[in-house]
């Protein structure tokens, strides 16, 4: 089992930036991949970056790329997603997610995922 615990979510405006964090612990000596997806009230979850185990392999939504950077310290066991550039439609929560069976990767389907975080609302007003 893994868990998995978001923070740094807030209240910002447009134009401004958030640092989200996903702590893991549990079973962390397990090579996983991790996802950030997002849902906007009324709408489904979707992704918005990816990150593998090694770090080496990255992905981003279009609607995010350029302005978004996931990374993760696994000494720490931490994911982070910088936000930058926010806009008023970036408001949603977000959650952090696990991969492990596909041994380090990530996917974009949420239903690939094995362990969720809380989630974090970001609000981004204009």
């Known amino acids: 089992q893994v868990q998995l615990v978001e923070s740094g979510g807030g209240l910002v405006q447009a134009g401004g930036s958030l640092r989200l964090s996903c702590a893991a612990s549990?079973?962390?000596?397990?090579?996983?991949?991790v996802g950030w997806f997002r849902q906007a009230p009324g709408k489904e979850r979707e992704f918005a970056a990816g990150?593998?185990?090694?770090?080496?392999?990255?992905r981003y939504a279009d609607s995010v790329k350029g302005r978004f950077t996931i990374s993760r310290d696994n000494a720490k066991n931490t994911v982070y997603l910088q936000m930058n550039s926010l806009k008023p439609e970036d408001t949603a929560v977000y959650y952090c997610?696990?991969?492990?069976?596909?041994?380090?990767?990530?996917?974009?389907?949420?239903?690939?995922?094995?362990?969720w975080g809380q989630g974090t609302q970001v609000t981004v007003s204009s």
């Open positions: 549990g079973r962390t000596s397990d090579n996983y991949g």
């Open positions: 997610a696990a991969l492990r069976r596909l041994v380090g990767g990530f996917s974009l389907r949420a239903g690939d995922y094995e362990y």
């Open positions: 990150i593998s185990w090694s770090g080496n392999s990255i």
